[in-house]
């Protein structure tokens, strides 16, 4: 067999450092060439509230308030605890989505708990969620084995990650794996990378979180994100500072423009690197229980959705002017 001399390169590099070529050459051949699709028009820059935070209404009253507050869509949560159950998807779903159109309103994207493709739940939610029009998912997140190497686990999620490719193709649905900060896979964006370049699938990318990229990267966010731009299927938007809790400092969440997050820089490198997708909004600081998904909130109702129209207000400007 005739070596190419970009493989010849590259196994001579890779050879020069101590690697084994078997795995990577193939993986120079393909290494800048994610197989995404192109962004969708009608997708880009779309603005769903996470259903989280109005888990303390029905499905039609929530479509209500999304519309009244001036959302194009829901990112409504499908997993435990969730405004619809994963065991009830097939009938549930469907009512949700019924509620959220009537309202004017589109679904771009759900969030789930899902990580495998044979988990009890996972190709129901996938099928019911594809045969209402639904393009995206956000899957549950991973830990790492502590009696594994880093390598071993990554090849161990490899696999996993796999098979839900396949699953998602079969069903023409994107899960999206959201990196967030802390012990997780997908906390410092290069595993996450590696994972999805490998499998170089259309049906599986990243949800990127610029709040957990900066927690993780305070300062070397944009590298982070300018390797795993070509994989962004989505984003989630919020914001925060560093402040004292029980005596430790920790991120504390704020309302939109009020935190440490540059979203001029930020936004402005999504429109260098052609990311065009749909956004989740997060509210995650304090609303009363309604930043927690609780069902009952102990904030006034006018004072929850008066902070709720003006982060959208302030994030619907900011992607104006990007």
Known sequence: MQTSRRNFIAQSLLATAGLSTAWNVAEASNMAQPSMPPPKVDEAFKISIFSKNLQWLNYTEMAKVAADLGFDGVDLTVRPLGHVLPENAETDLPKAVEAITKAGLKMYMITTAITAADEPHTEKILKTASSLGIRHYRTGWLTYD????????????????????????????????????GLYFGAPLWDLHRILQEINS??????????????????????????????????????????????????????????????????????????????SLHYEYDLGGAENGAFTITMSRD????????????????????
């Open 146 to 181: 502590d009696k594994k190497s880093i390598e071993d686990n990554l090849k161990a999620k490899r696999e996993q990650f796999q098979k839900l490719a396949d699953l998602n193709a079969k069903y023409s649905i994107s899960g999206e794996y959201q990196n967030h900060s």
């Open 202 to 279: 259309p049906w599986l990318g990243s949800q990127f979180d610029i709040l957990h990229a900066y927690v993780e990267g305070f300062n070397a966010w944009p590298i982070s994100l300018k390797l795993i731009a070509p994989y962004i299927r989505s984003i989630c938007l919020k914001d925060f500072v560093w402040g004292i809790k029980d005596g430790k400092w920790a991120l504390q969440t704020m309302p939109a423009g009020e935190g440490l997050i540059d979203f001029k820089k930020y936004l402005g490198m999504l429109k260098q690197y052609n990311v065009s997708v749909p956004v």
């Open 303 to 322: 004072k929850v959705l008066a902070a709720m129209r003006k982060d959208i207000l302030t994030f619907r400007k900011m992607i104006q002017e990007m």
